[in-house]
Nanobody, 125 residues
Framework: VQLQASGGGLVQAGGSLRLSCAASGRTLGSYYMGWFRQAPGTEREFVAAIVWSGGSTIYATSVKGRFTISRDNAISTVYLQMNYLKPEDTAVYYC???????????????????WGQGTQVTVSS
């Protein structure tokens, strides 16, 4: 699976951005897709995840109610709509894919099999 993330940029606090993650190389019907972020000097942090088949979602507490993860099956793309952005949302955002497995740990970065290259999001105050 190849993942290509895009959509980052510079935005003022309170603004919005939509990140995209285009997947190729394999059908994703049984996969789980996640968004993570990493600010300088910090560990990679879970943001949101979605079950490709069915569309169930989970979010980090820090973004719940502001961010929405979704997917478009027709074009194998996952989105992260980010609203009411705060300066503390500034980070490099990564999309990731996890294949099927008997026990799910969707919030753990080391459980994901494939990663995109990251896209920078900067929120100014």
């Amino acid at each position: 699976v190849q993942l290509q993330a895009s959509g980052g940029g510079l935005v003022q606090a309170g603004g919005s951005l939509r990140l995209s993650c285009a997947a190729s190389g394999r059908t994703l019907g049984s996969y789980y897709m996640g968004w993570f972020r990493q600010a300088p000097g910090t560990e990679r942090e879970f943001v949101a995840a979605i079950v490709w088949s069915g569309g169930s979602t989970i979010y980090a507490t820090s973004v719940k109610g502001r961010f929405t993860i979704s997917r478009d099956n027709a074009i194998s793309t996952v989105y992260l709509q980010m609203n009411y952005l705060k300066p503390e949302d500034t980070a490099v955002y990564y999309c990731a894919a996890m294949g099927p497995r008997p026990r799910l740990e969707l919030r753990r970065a080391d459980e994901y099999d494939y990663w995109g290259q990251g896209t920078q999001v900067t929120v100014s105050s």
